[in-house]
């Protein structure tokens, strides 16, 4: 496969999706970059802007296993990864799998549940991989979470840690629509109240999991030259020495942006990294990866403020 194919795959899944969800192009495109990375992404917005309905489309369209884990204060970890249970015929624990085996997890409302719980992706998030009474069990090498939260309420939330946080490539926020992509979509689905149907909305798969390996094989073939690489470093470290923020990213984070723009490299047709892909990239790659200062909360500035102001004052290579 070569970046022609990659480019043509994900104009497809586009349109596709475009079918069921109207106005989130630039969602689409993230996670788009994020599964020819291997990454996570998690989405925040208020209720009804399309978030489950989004990851729900975005899964048909591949063709990879689905499993959904609607998040709530009573979830246990087990009710995620599994547990054994005796089986009294052969006199044996047998692993009753949890939802987490699959290659496309919507993890629905994932900062309803305590900290425990959220702490059981963890795991698997970074290795692809659960332990479960000791034993460890490999998940699928295209394993994605797609996370969604409501930053509305404040009761009966848990946020998530740093360390959580920490393994998601992206956190997009969705707003509300314009007034005539909201009128589409009232026009689309004002007809039927519920959850709409993709399939019955016309999604089509476009994709299977040997087509995205196969893009994620060609996203680790583009050329990242030692000008971006030197970019992306400086800017990682810009982030740590703001005076706006109190924690800045993590060396893993920079490590990150650099394969996300070569994904997003991939996407717009070319073989190799320039600037603009890690400028793209760079708010919604660090906006959860970073704290803002009490002075500057003070002020009443806001992290994607900040991060505006670093790329812009981080030299980029011509």
Known sequence: MDVTEVGAIAARIRTEVAKAVIGQTETVDLMLTALFCGGHILLEGPPGTAKTLLAQTFARTLSLQFGRIQFTPDLMPGDILGSNIFN???STFTLTRGPVFCDLLLADEINRTPPKTQA???????ERSVTV???THALSDRFTVIATQNPIEQQGVYPLPEAQLDRFLFKQTLDYLSRDDELKVV???GAHAGMPDPAAL???P???AATVAAAIEMVSRVRLSPEITAYVVDLIRATRESADLQTGASPRAGAMLAVAARARAVLDGRDYVIPDDVKGLALPALRHKVVLSPAAEIEGRRVE??????IEQVPAPR
Do not use: K, N, Y
Request: charge should be negative.
């Open 88 to 90: 009294f015929q052969t």
């Open 187 to 189: 026009q689309a689905h």
């Open 206 to 208: 476009v994709a299977d």
């Open 305 to 310: 403020q900040a991060i505006r102001s670093l």
């Open 202 to 204: 016309g999604v089509e």
């Open 120 to 126: 059981a992706l963890l795991e698997a998030m970074q």
């Open 133 to 135: 009474d000791g034993d």
